[in-house]
């Protein structure tokens, strides 16, 4: 296998397609590892009742909200770390990286403090009913209260990406992942907390990924850094980051904004059906994460390429990606549909 003296050659100068796997694979883990673990909370929460199933559904939206601000602040940043990274810009890349950590620190807070505030309005909002609020409420507090570790954490996995670091962002998300599993079954079958065991479950997987993520910049395994002397809080500095990555929180805001509107239409015909949208929701979550995966690998070639004014690679590498991810897609789907039609 050919060596490359820095990442900067690697990410410039490696096969474009094999470049793209290579950082999409983990990626496409922590994905899967992430939709696992969503899918743990729901079976054990099953166990519980109906209404507290439908509860994880509610948090859902609620999830969906913070994720979209995170992605914002990740998205938004790493593009542009990874085209000043492209361009040699390792100053100014650090620059980005610490204006947007701790930025994306206080949006966090200020989102728990609303929350907190507004927490009953806000489930109904979400699609909670009578019923299923409780339970709602009882889990949305602890996500809310770990809202600046996945907020940050989403800032943070995602500038490791763009970074071409996508392995050290695996470990971060993969290592939460699991831990939540191991916590979800202790707290709620064998110490019996119910659906606040599954909201410490969570919360407390959040910032174990939070810690080891946070960890692969204080051990300097990056080129960007989250040092205060690099820190710019100058309105043009925050608002490129906010319009780069604005695509970012619409997309995931409207899917939000959609798992609302589910679990309201859904709740006209009872709680089971809230539960099962929950359900479908997350089960749906293992098909988009391989195709998601090899997209999110294309971002940080693009970026590096496009700052280091090698478009022909960025071409080359949008066309890859759109073909394998359709093709990929299609399969993956058509595997689904036939194991539903077998059932």
């Known amino acids: 296998m050919k060596k490359y003296a820095t990442q900067y050659d690697m990410m410039t100068g490696q096969r474009v397609e094999t470049l793209i796997l290579k950082l999409g694979l983990p990626t496409t883990i ?9 899918a743990a909370d729901s079976y054990f929460v099953g166990k519980i009742n109906t209404q507290a199933s439908g509860a994880t559904g509610v948090v859902l939206g609620l999830m969906a909200i913070l994720q979209a601000v995170g992605f914002m602040f990740g998205h938004g940043s790493g593009s542009v770390i990874s085209r000043k990274l492209g361009a040699k810009d390792v100053q100014s890349a650090r620059k980005y990286s610490s204006t947007t950590f701790y930025t994306a620190l206080v949006a966090a807070i200020i989102l728990l403090i609303l929350g ?25 507090m602890c996500i809310l209260f770990a809202a600046p570790a996945l907020i ?21 998300l993969t290592t939460g992942g699991i831990v939540n599993i191991f916590l979800d079954y202790l707290l709620m079958m064998k110490l019996n907390m119910g659906i606040l065991g599954a909201g410490l479950a969570t919360a407390i997987s959040q910032h174990i990924s939070w810690a080891i993520l946070l960890t692969m910049f204080i051990l300097k395994k990056t080129q960007c850094s989250f ?20 695509p970012s929180l619409a997309r995931q805001g409207l899917a939000s904004i959609g798992t609302m509107t ?12 809230i539960s099962a949208m929950g359900i479908v929701n997350r089960i749906c979550m ?16 693009s970026g590096f390429n496009f700052g280091a ?4 690679r960025v071409k080359r590498g949008f066309f890859f990606t759109f073909i394998f991810g359709s093709c990929l897609l299609t399969t993956v789907s058509l595997i689904i549909f036939s194991m539903r039609a077998n059932a």
């Open 30 to 38: 922590s994905m899967l590892i992430t939709s696992l673990y969503n």
């Open 116 to 140: 907190m505030t507004f927490l009953t309005p806000l489930m109904y909002l979400l699609g909670s009913t009578d019923t299923i609020l409780p339970y709602a409420k009882t889990y949305a």
């Open 152 to 172: 940050t954490s989403c800032v943070m996995n995602n500038i490791l990406r763009y970074e071409g670091r996508a392995f050290f962002a695996m470990i971060g």
């Open 227 to 246: 040092s205060l002397k690099y820190a710019s809080f100058d309105i043009s500095t925050i608002m490129e980051v906010i319009t780069t990555g604005l």
């Open 262 to 273: 589910l679990n309201k239409s859904a709740g006209i015909y009872g709680d089971e059906a």
């Open 286 to 301: 293992f098909i988009f994460s391989v195709t998601l995966g090899i997209g999110q690998g294309f971002q940080p070639v």
């Open 309 to 312: 004014k090698k478009y022909s």
